[in-house]
């Protein structure tokens, strides 16, 4: 008789480490209390839900200061795998590269929550559901960054994107559900050709885990090569879309028009780290064996997405509905050819030379100053859809909210006083620099000079003459914001002039290696 015991019966049971996977362990518990609690709590309570979410993610937040010191932690480990070193055989690993990610895509869920407390009030939305959909979507994007096989990173890509899809479609009206058709039908394309290409990713080298797909892939037989490299180009497809890069960009103008503008936002923010942070892992681990092959195909990336960008914010009209919340989409695309900038970099950049840093301190300088421009936008235009015209004379009217978009909007184009903006793209040109991307580095530069244009446009307007037309009672109930609002200004605004001083605070992030 043939027996089936095992030598060593205790090595088949692991221990998860779960101070490792707190942050977004907490996140999904938040999710699942906050939809248990809106069955039973009265409608009269509802508020306490958001407040259960920002909580939630504050904890969240907390959880990743254990992780900060000492060396990377990992769980949900194999022993088997083929070509594994140190954490190679891990599918969640908690270092620093999963640390800055986990703490944008937090932050920005945390700041998205406060400027979602008066929208789920003022626009009637179902506040259980709006709630758990954000929690779910931001437990989703704080697991990409720490995944460490494609199994494991599509399955955190699609629990961040399918509560998007809803939360887009929760404002009641035409423009919600075509928005979130539009998104759904663009994303769920995507997805099924990443799918494809991991099939041929695991055909090729025989594992899904991302150090031993590299071993694998670097001795692949020579007639599944063209089958491996085709792989990786699908693979990337995915994880390019969430970033919003061309041609999958066509999604991100219409889509943020139609949700509610927290979400927006959100998508702007986090949704575009989860997507960076798992196209940095894939191609920087997964694929490195073809790096000059994908180095190559991010920089004309990069360059062709912070042109269409910039060129299709120059073209929107500032005078109709909704322009404020198009501009913002178009700036963010051509806020993603930057961010693809480093990652392009990283495929050309010399042993021992980690370009990521850049990407990663730029994308946390982005994600707040970009919050507080949706913020701004959100406190405007709480009675009627935005246009970049309705802000004409707003520093006669609100000093403050002036000032304040004012400075992120200078931020965002890289002029001072928005000193932290600037820092953040010359850390960028330089990366490009430092790999030999010359080309690279005068496309961007053009494109920041272009995108001057709109974003001191917009801002000249802040300080126009204001216009006569506003009834007194009304501009006095709008001076007096929701405190969410109130807080998500208060916070980004603070954040920005706090880096701005102290730019080496989120600068050194780019010193060193994130792996």
Same mark, same amino acid.
């Given at each position: 008789m043939t027996s089936l015991a095992v030598a060593n019966p205790g090595s088949l049971i692991q221990s998860v480490d779960w101070v490792a996977i707190a942050p977004p362990l907490i996140a999904a518990v938040a999710a699942l209390a906050v939809l248990v609690t809106d069955l039973f709590l009265p409608e009269r309570h509802r508020k306490w839900l958001g407040r259960l979410t920002a909580a939630?993610?504050?904890? %969240?937040?907390?959880?990743?200061? /254990?992780?900060?010191?000492?060396?990377?932690?990992?769980?949900?480990?194999v022993q088997n795998v083929a070509g594994a070193t140190d954490n190679a055989g891990c599918s969640y690993v908690a270092d620093h590269f999963a640390l800055v990610f986990q703490l944008l895509v937090l932050g920005g869920a945390l700041i998205a929550a406060l400027l979602s407390a008066h929208t789920v009030e003022d626009e009637k939305l179902p506040g259980g559901? *709006?709630?758990?959909?954000?929690?779910?979507?931001?437990?989703?994007?704080?697991?990409?960054?720490?995944?460490?096989?494609?199994?494991?990173?599509?399955?955190?890509?699609?629990?961040?994107?399918?509560?998007?899809?809803?939360?887009?479609?929760?404002?009641?009206?035409?423009?919600?559900a075509e928005a979130a058709l539009k998104f759904f039908v663009s994303s769920v394309t995507a997805t099924a050709v990443m799918l494809l290409g991991i099939g041929f990713v695991y055909a090729a080298s025989g594992s899904l885990h991302l150090g031993a797909v590299a071993q694998g892939l670097e001795h692949a037989p020579g007639q599944l090569k063209p089958l491996a490299e085709a792989g990786a180009v699908l693979t990337l497809v995915g994880f390019a879309f969430k970033v919003a890069a061309v041609p999958f960009h066509f999604w991100v103008p219409d889509t943020y028009t139609g949700a509610p503008l927290p979400v927006a936002g959100y998508l702007s923010v986090v949704g575009k780290a989860a997507g960076l942070s798992g196209l940095a892992l894939a191609t920087t681990i997964a694929f490195r064996p073809y790096a000059h092959t994908w180095g190559l195909a991010l920089a004309v990336l990069a360059a062709v997405t912070m042109t269409v960008g910039n060129v299709g914010a120059l073209r929107q009209r500032f005078d109709t509905r909704y322009s404020a919340v198009r501009?913002?989409?178009?700036?963010?695309?051509?806020?993603?050819?930057?961010?693809?900038? /480093?990652?392009?970099?990283a495929g050309y950049a010399p042993t021992g030379v980690d370009p990521l840093g850049a990407t990663a301190a730029y994308a946390l300088i982005y994600g707040v100053v970009n919050l507080g421009a949706f913020g701004v936008v959100a406190a405007v235009g709480r009675r009627a859809g935005t246009s970049v015209d309705d802000f004409r004379g707003l520093f006669a009217r609100r000093r403050w909210t002036a000032l %304040?978009?004012?400075?992120?909007?200078?931020?965002?184009?890289?002029?001072?006083?928005?000193?932290?903006?600037?820092?953040?793209?010359?850390?960028?040109?330089?990366?490009?620099?430092?790999?030999?991307?010359?080309?690279?580095?005068?496309?961007? %530069?053009?494109?920041?000079?272009?995108?001057? *244009?709109? *974003?001191?446009?917009?801002?000249?307007?802040?300080?126009a003459p204001a216009p006569d037309t506003e009834p007194v009672g009304e501009a006095e109930a709008e001076r007096r914001l929701p405190a969410g609002l109130t807080a998500t200004l208060g916070l980004t605004a603070s954040v920005a002039v706090v880096l701005s001083f102290a730019p080496q605070l989120v600068l050194q992030v780019a010193g060193g290696s994130l792996f």
């Open positions: 939630g993610l504050a904890l %969240a937040l907390i959880a990743l200061l /254990p992780l900060t010191g000492g060396s990377p932690r990992a769980t949900f480990c559901e *709006y709630w758990f959909l954000l929690l779910s979507s931001a437990t989703g994007a704080a697991l990409l960054p720490a995944s460490r096989d494609l199994a494991t990173m599509v399955i955190a890509l699609e629990v961040a994107s399918l509560p998007a899809f809803a939360l887009v479609a929760l404002r009641r009206d035409g423009r919600g501009l913002l989409a178009w700036s963010s695309v051509g806020q993603a050819g930057y961010l693809l900038v /480093p990652l392009a970099a %304040a978009l004012a400075f992120f909007l200078l931020c965002l184009a890289g002029l001072p006083p928005g000193v932290i903006g600037l820092f953040g793209k010359v850390v960028v040109f330089r990366a490009a620099v430092d790999a030999g991307l010359g080309w690279l580095a005068v496309v961007m %530069a053009v494109n920041v000079v272009v995108a001057l *244009y709109y *974003y001191l446009l917009w801002t000249a307007r802040l300080f």
